[in-house]
């Protein structure tokens, strides 16, 4: 059928203390789903962010987080612009549209 990757929207740092090793080096990625197949490219609304410890390299989950940490993402979810959601049509579409109304067009010439 297709794929789904996640394309970073931002990454942004945080200065809050890491739960795991109480270090001051947390990075929060914010990323957004895009869909791509044989006929389209699609952009969902779908949002999805991670919150990762640069020293340890751990990903750090909301149930771990201080009330500091939920204040930084919330505000940077809200400073946050995300694509449109949209479906680009690839080539590959065209050429079958344009192939099925060919095909309709003779098929109606041929029968009158």
Partial sequence: MGTSERHILSQNPVTNNCPECFNQDLSLTFYQKHLIGRFFDRITPEVTHELKCNT?????YPIRWTPDIERSVEYYQKALKPEKAKIRFRPLFFMLVFLGILLVGLLVYYLL
């Fill in 56 to 60: 340890c390299g751990s990903v750090l």
